[in-house]
């Protein structure tokens, strides 16, 4: 038995054993893209116990510092995923369509070879999410992609048994009407969802009632208590969402219960940028290879990016993975550029722009002073399709290196690279 | 006033012919700051002439006089049309529901009777989409998950009918070997058993072959469709496309068709960089799976670096926009040779594997795939390295007509 324990103990130390140094490192050289300030050349980062000390052109390196030549190399925030499928979670099952107490935390493996996709990608922060079979089909988890062996490890809220660790995931359009118990038609979807949210309206108020006289509250119930953390503004809907009628459906839904919501994928947001801005809703873009591949997705055109952009809406990037591979992250943004987003806009959208939507933008997003030291070393200009993330750091840890053989592998696949496929598409 | 009409009119009719002349057999010239004509020397500051849908002249510009009346385009970068190697486009359409998803027949495991020119839609969405992505050719037909799911063709991207966009009309029998099929059918359940279905119709082939051959015709035997197409098989007149993945049956595939003498080509292969020695004795063509395919099921040891690997080798690849049963709904080759070339195949490989490769391998190198006198005007504009990200596909220029222009 004490022979388990101390296993056990080895096993938590054998994790933390990997920290960051708290003797200063400055990568010196590179051209840097802070994001909140312009691109800097020739520029110093200096990181300390993970955390970022300083950022510029000419400033004093610590006499004890480590150095490292970065020049010709450019560096940028790690980026971050705003919804992904990483890790081999799940949410809600076939029993119904409306599940605000199933969290993807109690199945997500934070062993799971997929993650080393998004390290060789240079994704630092992911949103990972359940599926959008459903109206509402779970919890989702915000992890950094550090090194580990349990969720702790990964996950940016310090306790995921008290702490609110996600957001929550929704859906509307045509993946979550199914046979019953299920929606038949856009309609009752969004009559399902106003019923759930009105019941929980009067949970909270009878909490409320209740304040000073715990006796007379209300019995716990898993499901009103995910929807009041919504209700209450502590925990953002993420909303799955193609088609231009759909996409305001879940805009009107949100403006009557007053969540925070981010838009997902929205394939039509050309068609209606002006609008989306006027309800000051952020949106998560994904760009596919072709258009359609169901009826609410054949109008996707990635010029969706600069409409928003033109219209003054906040604009990130997915990758869905699987839909989209995460290690092509920075392609999103290049293919924005392409058809018309401006660099400064698409560089944010892979980082400052995300970390907003996961209001974690105290911590990660740019390269400032006190933020976390999280970042990628790049071999060229991040919009070219020949740069290659070299290095990915995270509060100053390395959790990927191009230039180690094994990690190498993980960036291009190869035989037993990845033994397990990341399934699930919209189940 | 009777003199007016008959002016307006003339004049209308003119404008017409006018107009016709120069959307179907207009005489245009090419200017491209670089012209890679794939199969001869890649010209700086070249110019191409167009005549009814043909390439006339290629040359540097120096030396090549534009005529007078020609319609002049010109960008930085000049490729020939793109030549997609195998893919389901016009047979699995833009809606991805049970009406436009015509790539897969489930009645049957073996049905090479079934004809690419009898199910495919030219006017498909996506086949238009492609069009504007540069790709001017596409073999498609029908498509993996079943042992013979039927024939392939080759059509061009552009024209609304199946007569005007067929370049060939009976290219390839489409086969699978692996897991996917024992998905779509109760038997055959197993690899093993796929092959024992497929050694039994082949041998039935070769004794309807002989019977056919016999010069008293009364002693021929009825017409069969699935034994007409599977002679075409075994007499080369159809190649063999044989989509299989891991290491152990793509050598089930060769020992296959060495046994039958099937001309083979390996689609997918996502593990044939192991056995790059045995392909090459074996003269097996290789159309690989596209770059970003997802790694599910017996694609799961792919790479992004094994059309670099095979190419290093001596085994000339084409890339595939292949199959995808969720989206996107079709890829685009540019896209797919794009992560090939990041991942450590040359510049010119990579155009090759797009263009002059796959045009030889479907048997088409003599029509497309390169920029010659004498071949179809397929031409490609773009605005930078066709392969960057930031690039647009400018000009496309399909049998001598523009179909597709963005770049102001």
Not at chain 1, 167 to 194: D, L, Q, Y
Not at chain 1, 306 to 311: G, W
Not at chain 2, 338 to 357: M, P, Q, Y
């Amino acid at each position: 038995m004490t022979h388990r324990i101390l296993l056990a103990l080895l096993c938590v130390f054998s994790v933390h054993i990997i920290k960051a140094q708290d003797t200063p490192v400055a990568y010196k050289g590179a051209l840097i893209y802070t994001i909140n300030s312009t691109p800097i050349e020739n520029g110093t980062l200096i990181v300390q116990n993970g955390k970022i000390l300083a950022v510029g052109a000419d400033i004093q390196i610590p006499d004890n510092a480590k150095v490292f030549d970065v020049k010709g190399k450019v560096i940028m925030p790690g980026l971050v995923d705003t919804h992904s499928h990483l890790g081999n979670g799940s949410g809600g099952d076939r029993s119904g369509a409306l599940h605000p107490e199933v969290r993807l935390l109690d199945a997500f493996d934070p062993m799971a070879v997929n993650l080393m996709k998004a390290r060789a990608g240079g994704l630092t922060t992911i949103n990972i999410m359940p599926g959008s079979g459903h109206l509402m089909s779970g919890q989702t988890l915000y992890i950094k992609t550090r090194k580990g062996k349990v969720i702790e490890d990964l996950t940016i809220c310090k306790n995921v048994a008290m702490n609110i660790c996600g957001g929550m995931k929704m859906a509307n359009g045509t993946n979550s009407i199914r046979k019953k118990p299920f929606p038949g038609t856009r309609a009752k979807s969004a009559a399902m969802v106003r019923e759930l949210f009105i019941k929980a309206q009067e949970y909270q108020k009878k909490l409320l009632a209740a304040k000073d006289s715990p006796e007379k509250a209300p019995a716990r119930d898993l499901k009103m208590e995910g929807l009041i953390e919504i209700l209450e503004g502590k925990r953002i809907v993420h909303f799955h969402t193609h088609r231009h009628d759909d996409v305001l459906t879940a805009i009107r839904i949100s403006k009557e219960f007053g969540f925070k919501i981010v838009l997902h994928h929205v394939s039509e947001a050309w068609k209606i940028a002006d609008e989306i801005a006027e309800a000051n809703v952020p949106v998560s873009l994904i760009f596919i290879d072709s258009p359609g591949g169901k009826m609410e997705a054949i109008d996707l055109d990635p010029k969706s990016a600069a409409a928003l952009e033109k219209a003054g809406a906040d604009v990130a990037f997915h990758t869905d993975d699987p839909i989209t591979d995460s290690r092509l992250l920075l392609r999103s943004a290049a293919i924005a550029v392409r058809e018309g987003m401006t660099k400064p806009k698409a560089l944010e959208g892979l980082t400052l722009a995300g970390a907003k939507m996961l209001e974690l933008d105290d911590r990660i997003g740019s390269l400032e002073k006190g933020k976390d030291a999280d970042f990628i070393i790049l071999s060229g200009d991040p919009l070219s399709v020949y740069t290659h993330v070299e290095q990915t750091w995270i509060e100053g840890i390395k959790v990927f290196d191009t230039a180690n053989a094994e990690d190498k592998a993980y960036a291009v696949g190869g035989y037993n690279v990845y033994p397990e496929a990341t399934t699930h598409v919209h189940d | 006033m009777i003199n007016l009409k008959s002016m307006t009119n003339y004049k209308l009719i003119i404008g017409l012919l006018l107009l016709a002349a120069q959307l179907t057999s207009a005489q245009i010239a090419i200017k491209g700051e670089t012209i890679y004509t794939v199969s001869g020397k890649t010209i700086t500051d070249g110019v191409i002439l167009i005549e009814d849908g043909k390439i006339t002249k290629v040359g540097v510009a120096s030396k090549v006089r534009i005529p007078k009346n020609y319609k002049v385009y010109s960008g930085k970068v000049v490729t020939p049309g793109l030549v997609d190697a195998h893919a389901t486009v016009g047979f699995s359409g833009i809606y991805n529901n049970e009406s436009d998803q015509m790539q897969l027949e489930k009645s049957s495991p073996i049905q090479p009777e079934l004809r690419a020119i009898d199910g495919y839609n030219p006017q498909e969405a996506l086949v238009k989409y492609l069009n504007s992505k540069g790709v001017t050719t596409v073999h498609t037909g029908h498509g993996p998950g079943a042992v013979i799911s039927g024939q392939t063709f080759i059509a061009k991207t552009d024209g609304e009918t199946i007569d005007i966009v067929t370049l060939d009309d009976a290219t390839m029998l489409a086969m699978t070997i692996g897991p996917s099929v024992s998905r779509n059918f109760k038997s055959p359940g197993t690899a093993a058993k796929e092959i024992a279905m497929l050694r039994t119709e082949l041998l039935k082939a070769q004794e309807y072959q002989k019977k056919k051959q016999n010069d008293d015709i009364s002693k021929h035997p009825s017409r069969n469709l699935k034994m007409e197409a599977l002679v075409q098989l075994l007499e080369g007149k159809m190649k063999a496309l044989v989509t299989v993945n891991s290491s152990n049956l793509i050598m089930t595939a060769i020992r296959l068709a060495e046994e039958f003498n099937l001309k083979l080509v390996l689609d997918g292969a996502a593990e044939s960089y192991l056995l790059i020695d045995e392909i090459k004795t074996s003269k097996a063509e290789v159309i690989l799976h596209p770059t970003k395919a997802r790694g599910y099921g017996d694609m799961k040891n792919m790479s992004w670096d094994t059309a670099a690997k095979l190419t290093e080798s001596g085994i000339p690849v084409a890339i595939q926009s292949g199959y995808e049963p969720y989206v996107p709904k079709t890829r685009v080759i540019l896209y797919e040779a794009a992560i090939a070339v990041a991942s450590g195949l040359s510049f010119e490989d990579g155009l090759k594997s797009i263009t002059f490769n796959a045009a030889k391998i479907i048997g088409q190198d003599d029509k497309v795939g390169s920029i010659e006198k004498g071949k179809d005007a397929d031409i490609v504009i773009y605005d930078g390295d066709p392969f960057e990200y930031l690039t647009h596909v400018c000009t496309v220029i399909t049998n001598g007509k523009v179909t597709h222009q963005e770049c102001e």
